[in-house]
């Protein structure tokens, strides 16, 4: 009795076809007597009741030469990635345990820059592809940043007066459409910037940029068709004005 054998524990490494001993159990028994390994539980890792060097059991020598020898597989999980709403990208299978996955090819959505893939769909913890490690079943989520182009300016015109006249008539340029966003930067040499016209709105208080100039932005989304519009700017002693207006195709209201 007292006979000393071993059960050795071998975990699959996180790449290739090798195994690494992970626990020694050292016990003892009966010389002649047949012992049975018992199965440790290991997180992520299944026992391989196939491996080809697995001892699952033995008889003791009174030697105390006997090794039995159980083998774990690390168990392997898919990976797949939410691309909120840009390039689909296919999910990585057969991902083992604790280990670290390649980046995919960036996905591409257009009007947006990638910002990475995160590891919840608030987008909080970026996905570190170098430490990462996958534990289980998961979904990555891609991150956009909308990319802040200048808008298109399909028809514009301008001009200037003397504001002895009281107020202007602007002719909105042929080719605007409904649906188009009108602009009116407005500038005056003295005095204030006129109300806004009707159906306008000004976008901010005027804005006296010195030398006793004067600027004002008005914006309105065209609905009603071409149409002038009437700017009464009121009279004052002969200073000038100037304006030019932009129009935006399918432009966004400001906000």
Not at 87 to 107: D, K, L, M
Not at 142 to 168: C, D, L, M
Request: aromatic share 10%.
């Amino acid at each position: 009795s007292n006979i000393a054998y071993k059960v050795e524990h071998y975990q699959q490494d996180v790449t290739g076809t090798t195994y690494t001993l992970a626990d020694t159990d050292n016990l003892t028994g009966t010389t002649g007597e047949t012992v049975t390994a018992t199965p440790k539980t290991y997180t992520g890792f299944t026992e391989n009741t196939t491996h080809p060097d697995r001892v699952p059991s033995g008889t003791v020598l009174a030697d105390g030469s006997l090794v039995l020898k159980l083998y774990y597989d690390r168990n392997t999980y898919t990976v797949s990635f939410n691309s909120n709403g840009g390039s689909a990208e296919s999910p990585i299978s057969g991902v083992r345990y604790g280990a670290t996955i390649g980046a995919p090819a960036a996905p591409t959505r257009t009007g947006y820059d990638f910002d990475g893939w995160y590891k919840e769909g608030a987008l909080t913890n970026l996905w570190n592809f170098a430490t990462d490690t996958v534990t289980a079943n998961t979904t990555l989520y891609a991150k956009w940043t909308a990319v802040q182009t200048a808008p298109e300016i399909a028809n514009y015109t301008s001009g200037r007066t003397n504001t002895n006249v009281g107020s202007t008539t602007i002719t909105v340029p042929a080719g605007t459409q409904n649906g188009d966003l009108m602009v009116l930067i407005f500038t005056i040499n003295g005095g204030s910037a006129p109300a806004a016209p009707y159906g306008w709105t000004r976008l901010a208080p005027e804005n006296n940029t010195g030398n006793d100039i004067t600027q004002a932005i008005y914006y309105q989304k065209l609905t009603g068709g071409l149409s002038d519009f009437i700017l009464n700017h009121g009279y004052n002693n002969n200073r000038r004005t100037s304006w030019i207006l932009l129009c935006i195709p399918d432009g966004d209201i400001p906000k």
